[in-house]
């Protein structure tokens, strides 16, 4: 699975919009982009996936750029109850793969300030 | 959507016991159910990959023998940490693998806090 590259933190003002950068600049074209986050002391709860195309949930938004080397994962009002550690995790699978372990890297630790 | 309990939530235990750790996957058949391990401010380390019916896959550096892995049926898959020593004391959590109409999800349990006194 390749790699990704995430800063280790960063924080957002509560209703402003959080923009997360994450870097797979060795993508393959059968692998999916993940993200996942992780309250403290919780397992870690699915916030959206893609292959190219970007794509909106009730949760967050993705945005995969062209050559899919990174992506941005955007939580539009953030919240206090969004500070989290988010994963962002590239792996094969999808519609027809099978199940396969995520990877985990560092993830980037978000805080929202009041 | 699809949910996976895990129990306990958290267990303290003495050092020489086994603890089993369970994760049952509520609306939804998980044929493949991963096991991680997760240190105080690390991130979650793949511990073991079961199939139903198969024989759990180790990662290299986990102990087959000391944690045992159960997925004897699509809805219930367990871990069994057997004498159990301090530095067991971690974070573990279940996940399975789910197909979608976008292909694949993970969800994860909500994970148990091992103590080993």
């Known amino acids: 699975d390749a790699k990704t590259t995430q800063p280790p933190s960063m924080d957002c003002a509560e209703g402003r919009a959080a923009n997360l950068p994450c870097n797979h600049s060795?993508?393959?074209?059968?692998?999916?982009v993940y993200w996942y986050r992780q309250i403290h002391s919780q397992g870690p709860q699915y916030i959206i996936h893609?292959?190219?195309n970007n794509e909106t949930n009730e949760m967050a938004s993705l945005i995969i750029t062209e050559d899919r080397k990174s992506s941005t994962l955007i939580l539009p009002h953030a919240t206090l109850r969004d500070t989290a550690v988010y994963y962002c995790?590239?792996?094969?699978?999808?519609?027809?793969?099978?199940?396969?372990?995520?990877?985990f890297g560092s993830g980037t630790q978000l805080t929202v300030l009041p | 959507g699809a949910v996976v309990s895990q129990h306990p939530s958290w267990v303290i235990c003495k050092s020489g016991t086994s603890v089993k750790i369970e994760c049952r996957s509520l609306d939804f058949q998980a044929t493949t159910m991963f096991w991680y391990r997760q240190f105080p401010k690390q991130s979650l380390m793949l511990m073991a990959t079961?199939?139903?019916?198969?024989?759990?896959?180790?990662e290299q550096g986990v102990e087959k023998d000391k944690f045992l892995i159960n997925h004897a049926s699509l809805t219930l898959s367990t871990l069994t940490v057997t004498s159990a020593h301090p530095e067991d004391s971690s974070f573990y959590i279940c996940?399975?693998?789910?197909?979608?109409?976008?292909?694949?999800?993970?969800?994860f349990g909500s994970g148990t806090r091992l103590t080993v006194v």
């Open positions: 060795t993508i393959s074209g059968n692998e999916y």
């Open positions: 079961s199939n139903e019916g198969s024989k759990a896959t180790y």
């Open positions: 893609g292959l190219k």
């Open positions: 996940s399975a693998g789910l197909t979608g109409t976008k292909g694949y999800g993970y969800t």
């Open positions: 995790i590239v792996t094969k699978g999808g519609r027809t793969g099978s199940a396969r372990q995520l990877t």
